[in-house]
């Protein structure tokens, strides 16, 4: 597709539950990032890769949080046990370089609630 | 701390009434890049606007306008003759390098702009 996709547009879960939310990038692009955003707030940073490579995992919250990009391309961000606190909607960006300070594209997020 | 300052919360206006949206920006960095992006109620966030450290030109697009201020720490952006359209969330985003060289973009908390007709 021309854009960034993501999937499920929206996921509800049971507290306990895994999830597990993809990403498609723009088909080329290195960079490859995931953002949670609360409610009325910006995105927080959560992870980085460069191609499948995880460069930077320092934003994910706790050691439930998963993410991998195996071949390059598609990403998925696992979330396990989850909390009702992991609610939120979860974007992805990818760009087209690898470092990072180029614009970003997003996809319309996942958003994810915990009951 | 918070990297990004964006201080207004929500500013509502009224349709052709110009806006400015204020962002602050924390960084011990030389080199850094700064953003806008739009996010509408769809949720998708829109990339507006890159600026460099070494730029402080101000841009013009259209109807949109930016004034980067390093002196102040400062990356403000208007609207001119604002339009319902222009009705969204806009996020300041500031890109630093953090450790092994990659740039990581850092958002505000965002600013609500809702014009009325």
């Known amino acids: 597709g021309a854009g960034v996709s993501q999937s499920p547009r929206y996921k509800v879960a049971k507290r306990g539950q895994d999830v597990a939310l993809r990403c498609d990038p723009i088909?080329?692009?290195?960079?490859l990032f995931w953002y949670q955003q609360a409610l009325g707030q910006g995105p927080e940073f959560l992870t980085y890769f460069q191609n499948e490579a995880q460069l930077d995992k320092s934003g994910l919250p706790s050691d439930r949080f998963f993410a991998e990009r195996p071949e390059g391309s598609v990403s998925t961000l696992k979330i396990q046990r989850t909390q009702q606190e992991d609610s939120a909607v979860y974007l992805c960006a990818s760009s087209s370089t690898g470092t990072g300070d180029e614009k970003l594209f997003f996809g319309s997020g996942t958003q994810l609630s915990v009951l | 701390a918070q990297k990004v300052t964006q201080a207004q919360t929500e500013i509502s206006v009224v349709e052709k009434e110009d806006v400015t949206l204020d962002c602050v920006y924390e960084?011990?960095?030389?080199?850094?890049?700064l953003f806008w992006y739009k996010q509408p109620p769809s949720g998708e966030l829109v990339f507006l606007i890159r600026?460099?450290?070494?730029?402080?030109q101000n841009e013009i697009s259209g109807r949109y306008s930016w004034n980067f201020q390093k002196s102040t720490s400062s990356f403000n952006f208007t609207i001119t003759a604002s339009q319902v359209v222009d009705s969204a969330v806009y996020f300041c985003a500031l890109s630093e390098a953090w450790s092994g060289g990659s740039y990581i973009p850092t958002f505000g908390r965002g600013t609500s702009l809702i014009v009325h007709p």
């Open positions: 088909s080329g692009h290195v960079s």
């Open positions: 960084t011990r960095d030389t080199t850094y890049y």
């Open positions: 600026r460099n450290s070494f730029d402080e």
